[in-house]
């Protein structure tokens, strides 16, 4: 592999193949993968439509993983990586501030459920 100029100021360290980066992105997938699981259960056990925005957010998160593994392998090329991941990160917070309003006590869903 030959460096880049963007990697060669970095002493030639470029994501692309490199070893460490793999095994940090796969015991991240690793570690949201098992949360995702986690999330799905408790929404089929609950039903209940939090459970499920904290699952899209929680799964979106899981995709920031793959999309890493995939930049590590040379599939998901750098400028595309940062728009996915930039785009999942404003999904994950979005999600999650909105199970947050929409599902607090005092929210908007529960003046409606009381009239």
Request: proline share 5%; aromatic share 10%; charged share 10%.
């Amino acid at each position: 592999m030959t460096p880049t100029p963007a990697t060669a100021a970095l002493g030639g360290w470029g994501v692309e193949g490199s070893l460490p980066i793999l095994a940090v992105v796969f015991v991240a997938g690793a570690g949201t993968g098992l949360l995702f699981l986690v999330s799905l259960v408790a929404y089929r056990r609950r039903r209940g439509a939090q459970y499920g925005l904290i699952s899209v957010a929680v799964g979106a998160l899981f995709a920031r993983s793959l999309v890493g593994a995939g930049t590590v392998f040379g599939v998901v090329p750098m400028p595309v990586h940062h728009f996915l991941e930039h785009s999942l990160d404003f999904l994950i917070a979005a999600v999650v501030l909105y199970a947050v309003y929409a599902y607090a006590p005092g929210s908007v869903s529960d003046d409606a459920a009381s009239d």
